[in-house]
C-alpha cells in the first residue's frame, strides 16, 4: 500500500489556480507537522509549506500568500492551495512528514506535476 498519494497537478496559465491533495494510507494524527515539497526541474526538492496539528503553518517565502496548506486528520488527508500561480512554481509536489520520513512515511510518493505557463 502507498503511504502517500498525491493529486491535483496539472497544466495552468500564470496568474491561475490549483488545489493540491495527499491522501495518506494511515492516519497522520500522530505526525506533528505534515508539509508540502517542491521538487522543481533540475532542483533538489524543497520545503514549501508546512502546519502543525494544531493548525500552525508557515510558508517559504516566495509562496506566502499565494499558497495555503491545510489538513484533515479524520480523512488522513493534507491539501494545498495554489493562487496567483507563476511559472518558477513549476515542478513535482510531494507531501511528506517534516522532517520527512517520519513513521509510516519512509518512502514518497509519486509526486504531482504541476506546470505553470508563461
Known amino acids: 500500500q502507498v503511504p502517500l498519494v498525491e493529486s491535483g497537478g496539472g497544466l495552468v496559465q500564470a496568474g491561475g489556480s490549483l488545489r493540491l491533495s495527499c491522501a495518506a494510507s494511515?492516519?497522520?494524527?500522530?505526525?506533528?507537522?505534515m508539509a508540502w515539497y517542491q521538487q522543481a526541474p533540475g532542483k533538489q526538492r524543497a520545503l514549501v509549506a508546512e502546519?502543525?496539528?494544531?493548525?500552525?503553518?508557515n510558508y517559504a517565502d516566495s509562496k506566502k500568500g499565494r499558497f495555503t496548506i491545510s489538513r484533515d486528520d479524520a480523512q488522513n488527508t493534507v491539501y494545498l492551495q495554489m493562487n496567483s500561480l507563476k511559472p518558477e512554481d513549476t515542478g513535482v509536489y510531494y507531501c511528506?512528514?517534516?522532517?520527512?520520513?517520519?513513521?509510516?512515511?519512509?518512502?514518497w510518493g509519486q509526486g504531482t506535476q504541476v506546470t505553470v505557463s508563461s
Open positions: 511528506n512528514s517534516l522532517p520527512p520520513g517520519l513513521g509510516q512515511f519512509a518512502s
Open positions: 494511515g492516519s497522520i494524527s500522530s505526525i506533528y507537522r
Open positions: 502546519i502543525t496539528v494544531g493548525g500552525t503553518t
